[in-house]
């Protein structure tokens, strides 16, 4: 159990495993719809981020486009 302070614990809920859960599932759809929005707005300057260059997302980007 974690605790910010012995006054107030903080427990683990059903609903924030379930939604952990369902982030783990929509990780691969988010990095998916990146790739489009960076299409549709090549400008933004969130793509600067070191993220977007690394070379993993580079070949993960070039495999998706070609499909």
């Known amino acids: 159990m974690l605790s910010?302070?012995?006054n107030y614990p903080i427990q683990p809920t059903v609903?924030?495993?379930a939604f952990a859960q369902v982030i783990m599932?929509?990780?691969?759809t988010s990095i998916q719809v990146l790739v489009?929005?960076?299409?549709?707005h090549p400008c933004h300057p969130i793509w600067q981020h070191l993220l977007?260059?690394?070379?993993?997302?580079?070949?993960f980007k070039r495999g998706?486009?070609?499909?």
Do not use: G, I, T, W
């Open 4 to 6: 910010l302070d012995n």
């Open 15 to 17: 609903a924030a495993n």
């Open 25 to 28: 599932v929509l990780r691969k």
């Open 36 to 40: 489009l929005l960076m299409e549709l």
């Open 52 to 59: 977007f260059s690394d070379p993993a997302y580079l070949s």
């Open 64 to 67: 998706l486009l070609q499909n």
